[in-house]
């Protein structure tokens, strides 16, 4: 990893990087401060999706008027309970904290309050691609179409099934994307290796330019619809720290809030 690539180019990546952290850490901040109150609007929803739209929210008990809604999908075992709870400021054996374990944990929509932000509400969602869900119906029995963010977590590619699943939600007009959030585990898997010599925030900024670029490679050949669809590569451990405000090194936690922020306040026109 990195041949070709100077230490000095690898400094200049990793300030770059830490610069335009500093930006989004900025405009974030201010974001959210829109998250401190009921949404001032609902979600602005096309004629003809009303009706499924208003089917989602009675299945899943969703206040769009009273709450901004967020989704967490994906496959059995990609980490969404532990991003729930570190956006919750919580470790997985907290009380209260959404269940996690090697097999799916989860069974039923379950939603979590945000405890800074009252009127936040997290939504994991079960996993797909289990003997218990049919992956090639699990947007349409889930009715993943309410939410002001669907988030598709993903594992080291993105599969068949998270394409599907993109492709409805954006089918809906419903605001999208995939996040890898083990990328802490992969940092420890290329250092054990010996594919790098240190975790820090050269390396880092590298195995996200790399990675990133894999990503969208695999778009290109397998889902030019969705390129647009952006990828966030995060850790669920480093976000816990980051909500906690504790010292931590970044991936692109910054970066995925301010999108999700972002989706949310323009579908209720509140930006």
């Known amino acids: 990893m990195g041949a070709g ?9 990793a300030l770059k990087a830490i610069d335009a952290s500093i930006q989004i850490l900025t405009l974030l901040i201010k974001l959210v401060q829109e998250f401190k109150s009921r949404p001032k609007n609902s979600i ?24 901004f809604n967020f989704g967490f999908a994906g496959r059995v075992n990609t980490g969404k309970s532990s991003l729930i709870n570190a956006l919750r400021g919580m470790k997985d054996n907290d009380p209260g904290a959404a269940r996690v374990g090697i097999t799916d944990t989860t069974y039923n929509v379950v939603n979590y309050s945000y ?10 969602l079960p996993g797909s691609g289990s003997l218990a869900r049919d992956a090639t119906t699990y947007f349409s029995d889930l009715y993943l179409c309410a939410f002001d963010c669907l988030i598709i977590l993903t594992e080291g590619s993105i599969g068949e099934e998270e394409l599907q699943f993109a492709r409805k939600a954006r089918s809906y007009n419903q605001a999208v994307c995939f996040v890898r959030s083990r990328c802490d585990q992969d940092m420890a898997n290329l250092k054990e290796n010996c594919v790098i010599e240190e975790i820090n925030e050269e390396s880092i900024s590298e195995f996200i330019e790399n990675t990133a670029e894999y990503y ?41 809030l301010k999108y999700i922020v972002q989706m949310s306040l323009t579908r209720r026109g509140q930006l």
Not at 115 to 124: G, H, M, S
Not at 228 to 239: A, H, K, N, T
Request: glycine residues 2%; hydrophobic residues 35%.
């Open 115 to 124: 405890p800074d932000y009252p009127y936040v509400k997290l939504f994991d």
């Open 44 to 67: 602005a929803i096309e004629e003809n999706y009303v009706e499924a739209v208003n089917d989602a929210r009675k299945s899943h008990g969703i206040d769009s008027d009273g709450y």
């Open 216 to 256: 969208k490679n695999q778009l290109n050949m397998n889902a030019p619809d969705l390129t647009q669809v952006p990828c966030f590569f995060i850790s669920s451990r480093s976000m816990y720290k980051f909500i906690r405000k504790m010292p931590t090194m970044l991936y692109q936690e910054a970066e995925f």
């Open 5 to 13: 690539t100077s230490s000095a180019q690898n400094v200049e990546i």
